[in-house]
């Protein structure tokens, strides 16, 4: 709203730009299916999906990350990512999240309309548990990264912001 005022910290010295390994997000012997290298997970079921090992913390993932924390949830015991949207109005931001997995984790979602809402669906565990893992889940447990707050420039802070805003976050 006008005239609202969000106050940031301004970290000391050089931001070390931070990259998220996604394989320390898995226990080992919990998912017997996970496979790995130096550069990428994979996981054992036919698929043939492989997803990055490290995603970099930069203006494209924390939008998700913001739109995580507005719009989002985990469903399927954590392993699908989920995104409510307006269907009259928010077309285009579906769109950037479809455009934002690719990118950063070689993942297709999905878009089903469903009257008024439009839900993107994520079907990665990589995803879910990136996004679970830094950002909380449940309308309570929602955070905003610590590595957003205090490990990444003003540009990275204001795209998880705006996305955030533009979300239920206001």
Same mark, same amino acid.
């Given at each position: 709203?006008?005239? +609202? ?41 036919? @698929? ?104 990444? +420039? ?13 979300? +239920?976050? @206001?």
């Amino acid at each position: 709203r006008p005239n +609202d005022l969000v106050c940031l910290p301004l970290p000391e010295g050089s931001i070390n730009e931070h990259t998220y390994d996604l394989l320390k997000l898995f226990n080992e012997g919990d998912d017997l299916a996970l496979r790995w290298d130096e550069d990428t997970l994979w996981w054992y079921t036919g @698929h043939g999906l492989h997803v990055p090992r490290r995603v970099p913390l930069r203006q494209d993932l924390a939008e998700l990350m913001g739109w995580y924390v507005a719009e989002g949830w985990l469903e399927n015991r954590g392993n699908n990512a989920v995104f409510a949207l307006n269907a009259r109005t928010e077309q285009s931001v579906a769109k950037r999240l479809h455009d934002i997995v690719a990118l950063l984790f070689n993942v297709k979602a999905t878009t089903k309309e469903q009257g008024t809402s439009l839900k993107v669906r994520v079907q990665s565990k990589a995803v879910a548990r990136l996004l679970s893992s830094a950002c909380g889940t449940g309308a309570a447990g929602k955070r905003i990264p610590h590595d957003i707050l205090f490990n990444s +420039d003003f540009h990275v802070q204001k795209a998880f912001l705006d996305a955030y805003v533009r979300g +239920d976050g @206001h």
